[in-house]
């Protein structure tokens, strides 16, 4: 399985819970391991995103980071995946000193850490910024990932409240990222609508939307998706549970691949949303009744559309092609 759209907060196993919590002295709560979760009755992204407040607060140190990255990477290569692009926002990692320097280097030591073994699975980095933050702190992030761009670092987000500020706020940023020759990612079109994807393709130079399923497919937005060959970060269960969408069945998955439009399926939060790639396709097999080589058309999007180099994609295709068997057979077994 390939996952392109996997926040590291969001994705601490229980283990790494208990661990880090007694390591930093941090109390899990009464309700742990129910309150990692989101509950089933989510009425907002805003209140998913509470979700993320315990996480955040076990990694607040070099090791924590770093153990958290390498335990990632060392499940998702257990559980078959072939690769990952793993992001986090380096900014919610200082509240007790460390510097968002201090916070890249320890997930790239991490994942080169974890990596060294991993035959046939490869992963990377990606830096959010946030939303809610300044200018500056965000802008510190930017040029954090044209330094390490090098060093497993492969592309810059915008993550947090959509409705904190539209994308045209976010210019400047983002206009330094491109003039830095960034990768750049946007999370859109999931708690707000279709003009928000358009901005964030149009102002700021995204590549990939992260969701992005209120995109409306009129012939004026479908011919600019199709010439930037942009790629949407789908992620179904997390989308039903911001309540984005009502139901599986609402997944423009189809709609969007019949015109040519870029669609990867993702998990968002392995563990805030208690899912998996391989949980995702299940999910979407029993809706859509996929085929396998509908699958390998969607795993292979994930491919293209990543940020891997052209040596690793050539690796992944070849991996694809020997595991999409087994992957099969896994989605349509439950």
Known sequence: ????????????????????????HVELGKEFPKNVYVPNDCKSLEEYLTRFDLPCSLLQDEFSIAYVTA???????????????????????????????????????????????????????????????????????????????????????????????????????FDEAKLRGLNIIIHAGEACGSEEVIRCVDLLHAQRIGHGVHLELTPKNIR??????????????????????????????????????????????MTVSDTDVLKEFRHLFKEFKLQKHEVRHFLTNSINASFASSETKTMLLAELAKKIDAYYEDIIRE
């Open 224 to 269: 600019k998706m199709q010439e930037k060959r942009i790629a949407f970060e789908f992620c179904p269960t997390s989308n039903l549970q911001t309540t984005s969408l009502p139901d599986y069945k609402s997944v423009p998955l189809r709609e969007f691949d019949k015109y040519g439009i870029m669609v990867t399926i993702n998990s968002d939060n």
């Open 71 to 173: 335990s990632l990477v060392n499940r998702l290569y257990n559980a078959g995946y072939i690769y990952a692009e793993i992001r986090f926002a380096p900014q919610l990692h200082t509240m007790k000193g460390m510097s968002q320097e201090d916070a890249v280097r320890a997930a790239v030591s991490g994942l080169k850490f974890a990596l060294k073994d991993k035959k046939g699975f490869d992963a990377n980095l990606i830096l959010c910024c946030m939303r809610q933050s300044s200018t500056e702190v965000n802008m510190e992030a930017i040029k954090l990932a044209d330094a390490f761009r090098l060093d497993k670092v492969v592309a810059v987000d915008l993550a947090g409240p959509e409705a904190f500020h539209t994308g045209d706020f976010y210019t400047p940023l």
């Open 1 to 24: 399985m390939i996952d392109l759209h996997l926040h590291l907060d969001g994705s601490l196993s229980l283990e790494d819970f208990k661990y880090l919590a007694e390591r930093n």
